[in-house]
């Protein structure tokens, strides 16, 4: 299968550590974002490549978190100092630049105590 | 800036009762709208959608939804639900902006949940 691929599937992390996510995206999708979703709550956009190029970011993501997309293919998502309200799903999608339609992966969950 | 409100956070129902899923949005240009469906730990599955034609749209396991442009809706339906069709579920909207690429804004997601 070539579906959108995220590993960890579930991290647990104590306060003040790094994480570090990583989204295979479809292989022929040029566009990649990744959203975060807090319990009972809808995905929230954290940021888009273009290729490699890192087209927008949002405002919720803060200096802490930094994105990746080294070349093209594969992003990381890079969360330094965790808090505790880091805590949610991790959610990556990747589409073609000719299309509306993104693909989700199943998530990375994120907790820390 | 575009933004989407479900308007029922939960929606009981019992199964083979029809079920009606309302969503409305708001934006200054024109837009693509999206029903997504979330099962428990999993991530979302693209039910239907809609970019432009006919604005009765149909998608995967009996859902369709109707775009609205005057009532700014695109409310999700389905005449006969099934146990398995328990789950959340998202609308979502993206507008025609190339600077946006094909981003997504997410309502809160509507809790459907179906008894026997």
């Known amino acids: 299968d070539t579906g959108v691929s995220q590993d960890p599937r579930h991290k647990i992390t104590k306060r003040g550590q790094n994480v570090t996510f990583r989204c295979d995206p479809i292989?022929?999708?040029?566009?990649l974002y990744w959203y975060r979703q807090t319990l009972g709550q809808g995905p929230e956009f954290l940021t888009y490549?273009?290729?490699?190029?890192?087209?927008?970011k949002s405002r919720l993501l803060s200096d802490r978190f930094s994105a990746e997309r080294p070349k093209g293919s594969f992003s990381t998502l890079e969360i330094q100092r965790t808090e505790q309200g880091d805590s949610a799903m991790y959610l990556c999608?990747?589409?073609?630049?000719?299309?509306?339609?993104?693909?989700f992966g199943e998530g990375s969950r994120l907790t820390v105590l | 800036a575009q933004s989407v409100t479900q308007l029922d956070s939960q929606v009981p129902v019992f199964e083979e009762a029809p079920v009606e899923l309302r969503c409305n949005y708001s934006?200054?240009?024109?837009?693509?709208l999206f029903w997504y469906v979330q099962y428990p730990n999993q991530g979302l599955q693209l039910l239907l959608k809609?970019?432009?034609?006919?604005?009765l749209v149909k998608g995967i396991n009996g859902f369709e939804a109707e775009f609205n442009k005057s009532q700014t809706s695109f409310h999700l339906r389905k005449p006969s639900v099934h146990i398995s069709d328990t789950a959340e579920y998202f609308c979502?909207?993206?507008?025609?902006?190339?600077?946006?690429?094909?981003?997504?804004?997410f309502g809160e997601g509507t809790q459907l949940t179906v008894n026997p």
């Open positions: 979502a909207v993206s507008e025609l902006r190339e600077t946006s690429g094909s981003r997504l804004t």
């Open positions: 292989s022929e999708h040029n566009r």
């Open positions: 934006s200054s240009v024109s837009v693509y």
């Open positions: 490549f273009q290729n490699e190029a890192q087209l927008e």
């Open positions: 999608a990747s589409s073609q630049s000719t299309s509306r339609e993104l693909f």
């Open positions: 809609y970019l432009s034609g006919s604005t």
